[in-house]
């Protein structure tokens, strides 16, 4: 082979691997078209990988801790606390103890306060809802982005207008967000958070807590929810922690219902009941 054509064959080499490298899986182009607003176009159905929020420091899903009590076989996932470098969260004393108690009563909770919202129906709050199992929808109108979650028929609006905040007051189970794009990292800072827990072992926040959430599109199939807790009322210092998700580009979420007095699954088997029709 002459030089000029060994030259002409590395070209056009080059010329495939860019273009191949400019693809995501499955032919969706990245980075990601624009939309009329400006946005990067990242709507689509996308999931925790993996998903679970039995516990923020071992994210195994429900099913998976189910095992894990029948059988006795530990499982051990890696925390998703990336800070402090422990991958623990930072509670203070008063704080560790309720979590605890939370943690020996969530099987078969006595009181009111024992009772766990996801195991009654109710909105899992922010940021719990990033760590489960079923998947969210993206969509983006103008000059917003809108989170769907079919699960638990719960939506979140982030507008990216700077429109002022309802009164420091007013408690919402998904907070108040207001975003805005770095790049291909959707910003959230949110306030105004109705305190609630963020697993079925009992981690919890205040109505004090602040959030800063960084949504990073990484390439055409995976995303990084990182958020960053500040809550003096709980914690000693600020945490983060992150949970990776995936595109679900050929799924659906599917129809789900929930009914008054609903109990998961595992309770009726581990305290060898018959589950009600």
């Avoid at 909770?109 to 899992?124: A, F, G, L, N």
């Avoid at 979140?156 to 007051?169: F, G, I």
């Avoid at 958020?227 to 789900?256: C, G, I, L, N, Q």
Wanted: aromatic share 10%; net charge neutral.
């Amino acid at each position: 082979m002459t030089s000029g054509r060994l030259i002409m064959t590395l070209g056009i080499g080059a010329v495939v691997l860019a273009a191949g490298s400019a693809l995501g899986q499955e032919g969706r182009p990245w980075p990601p078209q624009r939309l009329p607003d400006g946005q990067p176009n990242v709507q689509g159905l996308w999931a925790a990988t993996p998903g679970g929020s039995v516990s923020l420091s071992n994210p195994i899903s429900g099913g998976a801790d189910l095992q894990r009590r029948i059988t006795g076989k530990e499982i051990r996932l890696p925390s998703r606390i990336i800070d402090p470098p422990d991958g623990l969260v930072p509670y203070q004393p008063w704080a560790a103890a309720l979590q605890k108690q939370l943690e020996g009563v969530y099987d078969n909770p006595t009181k009111p306060e024992h009772i766990d919202v996801q195991h009654r129906c109710m909105i899992s709050g922010i940021p719990r809802l990033y760590t489960t199992v079923p998947p969210h929808r993206i969509f983006q109108p103008q000059d917003a982005v809108v989170f769907f979650w079919d699960e638990y028929h719960a939506y979140r609006y982030v507008p990216l207008d700077n429109r002022p905040r309802p009164a420091s007051n007013v408690k919402l189970w998904m907070g108040d967000g207001r975003g805005r794009w770095e790049g291909l990292t959707l910003v959230i800072e949110t306030t105004n958070l109705k305190g609630n827990r963020l697993s079925f072992t009992g981690d919890f926040l205040s109505d004090n807590a602040r959030l800063t959430e960084r949504i990073t599109f990484v390439d055409a199939e995976t995303m990084h929810y990182e958020v960053t807790v500040e809550d003096s009322t709980v914690f000693t210092r600020p945490w983060t922690m992150r949970v990776v998700h995936k595109r679900r580009a050929y799924e659906e979420p599917w129809e789900s219902a929930c009914f008054e007095g609903n109990r998961p699954p595992d309770t009726w088997l581990l305290n060898g009941e018959t589950p009600r029709r």
